[in-house]
């Protein structure tokens, strides 16, 4: 594959762990366990592909509606994840930042968030993980900024104030599980990344079906709006 046909940022909707867990006979935390192990083998595959940023949906704004026993043990896994991933991350180079409104976390999960993310600013590769994060209110509270400023809003002025100013724009977005919609994941960085859908379940999504996203990525032909001269 030529280098230049590897993405270089990469979103990931991780669905399908309550259905994973459901033909297992589970409950769907059992899912999101599986879910949350395989985070890293995908992560870690892509890095060694030449990817440089992945982006992971891992809880939405929306997500808050779940029941609250499925909404706690979300919050539970993610913080102990956050802590073990990021002691990976410092061995491999990786820089791990939470995306998402911050408010409505509880302040133990905010703690692991602050103290452990910060080990990892030094990584040159990174991985993002969305959490409480909903793209529609994400330019609302881009726009926002931009106006508290006395800016004019520009795609420039807007772009600068989201998540993901500080990142390469999205150029894949991979969901697993079959559905193929969005979400309200990464609205405004989706416009010009290109969509892959797969029925995998995510906790089946190895370093296999990575490859096939990749194959499939590196056959695009990517115009941007323009046309063939
Ligand atoms: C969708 O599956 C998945 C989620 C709502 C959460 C994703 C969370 C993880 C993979 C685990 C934690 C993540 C990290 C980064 C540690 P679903 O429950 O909607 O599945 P279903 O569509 O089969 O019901």
């Given at each position: 594959?030529?280098?230049?046909?590897?993405?270089?940022?990469?979103?990931?909707?991780?669905?399908?762990?309550?259905?994973?867990?459901?033909?297992?006979?589970?409950?769907?935390?059992?899912?999101?366990?599986?879910?949350?192990?395989?985070?890293?083998?995908?992560?870690?595959?892509?890095?060694?592909?030449?990817?440089?940023?992945?982006?992971?949906?891992?809880?939405?704004?929306?997500?808050?509606?779940?029941?609250?026993?499925?909404?706690?043990?979300?919050?539970?896994?993610?913080?102990?994840?956050?802590?073990?991933?990021?002691?990976?991350?410092?061995?491999?180079?990786?820089?791990?930042?939470?995306?998402?409104?911050?408010?409505?976390?509880?302040?133990?999960?905010?703690?692991?968030?602050?103290?452990?993310?910060?080990?990892?600013?030094?990584?040159?590769?990174?991985?993002?993980?969305?959490?409480?994060?909903?793209?529609?209110?994400?330019?609302?509270?881009?726009?926002?900024a931009a106006?508290e400023r006395g800016e004019?809003?520009?795609?420039?002025?807007?772009?600068?104030?989201?998540?993901?100013?500080?990142?390469?724009?999205?150029?894949?977005?991979?969901?697993?599980?079959?559905?193929?919609?969005?979400?309200?994941?990464?609205?405004?960085?989706?416009?010009?990344?290109?969509?892959?859908?797969?029925?995998?379940?995510?906790?089946?999504?190895?370093?296999?079906?990575?490859?096939?996203?990749?194959?499939?990525?590196?056959?695009?032909?990517?115009?941007?709006?323009?046309?063939?001269?």
């Amino acid at each position: 594959m030529e280098e230049n046909k590897i993405p270089v940022h990469i979103g990931i909707i991780m669905d399908g762990n309550g259905r994973w867990a459901q033909l297992r006979g589970k409950n769907r935390s059992y899912g999101h366990k599986a879910g949350s192990a395989n985070v890293e083998r995908v992560a870690e595959h892509a890095f060694s592909r030449g990817v440089k940023a992945v982006s992971l949906y891992a809880f939405s704004s929306e997500n808050w509606a779940r029941p609250k026993e499925e909404v706690n043990e979300l919050m539970k896994l993610l913080g102990s994840y956050i802590k073990k991933l990021t002691a990976r991350a410092v061995k491999n180079g990786v820089r791990v930042n939470v995306l998402g409104e911050r408010s409505r976390l509880s302040p133990e999960l905010l703690r692991v968030i602050e103290k452990y993310t910060a080990k990892t600013a030094a990584g040159k590769l990174q991985l993002n993980i969305l959490i409480d994060y909903g793209g529609r209110g994400e330019i609302v509270r881009a726009a926002n900024a931009a106006l508290e400023r006395g800016e004019t809003l520009t795609e420039e002025s807007l772009s600068a104030h989201l998540y993901t100013a500080e990142l390469p724009p999205l150029d894949l977005i991979v969901r697993t599980g079959g559905e193929i919609r969005l979400s309200n994941f990464m609205l405004w960085q989706a416009a010009y990344a290109e969509l892959y859908f797969t029925d995998v379940l995510w906790p089946d999504f190895g370093e296999k079906e990575l490859d096939i996203a990749l194959e499939n990525f590196a056959k695009r032909e990517r115009r941007y709006g323009k046309i063939e001269c």
